[in-house]
Nanobody, 126 residues
Framework: QVQPVESGGGSVQAGGSLRLSCVAS????????VGWFRQAPGKEREEVGW???????RYAEFVKGRFTISEDKAANTLYLQMNNLQAEDTAIYYC????????????????????WGQGTQVTVSS
């Protein structure tokens, strides 16, 4: 089964940090775009950051330098380091990947994602 597995969520105070991990053992990072998404209560799922077709790491505007994506291709693992978390960052965070041979560009709509992890909850209290 091709399904990424996320871990690392939790509860933190505003200004705190968390590091999320996504293991995508059956997804080739060179043949797909892999990224992080989130869904807050009552809102649509949105992109947080992703790796595009040129292997560039891109971020949504709201990240504003607070979050950093890194990857370990040998381990098929994607990370999301989140610093200076705010209450509005509270959401379920998902790892997602496009299908083989398809990629994200300057945007990475959740509609483009073929494989989703189960999500990990991030709660930030002010």
């Amino acid at each position: 089964q091709v399904q990424p597995v996320e871990s690392g969520g939790g509860s933190v105070q505003a200004g705190g940090s968390l590091r999320l991990s996504c293991v995508a053992s059956r997804i080739s990072f060179s043949s797909s775009s892999v990224g992080w998404f989130r869904q807050a209560p009552g809102k649509e799922r949105e992109e947080v950051g992703w790796i595009d077709s040129y292997s560039n790491i891109r971020y949504a505007e709201f990240v504003k330098g607070r979050f950093t994506i890194s990857e370990d291709k040998a381990a098929n693992t994607l990370y999301l380091q989140m610093n200076n978390l705010q209450a509005e960052d509270t959401a379920i965070y998902y790892c997602g990947a496009t299908g083989p041979g398809t990629y994200c560009g300057s945007r990475c709509s959740p509609d483009n994602i073929n494989y989703w992890g189960q999500g990990t909850q991030v709660t930030v209290s002010s």
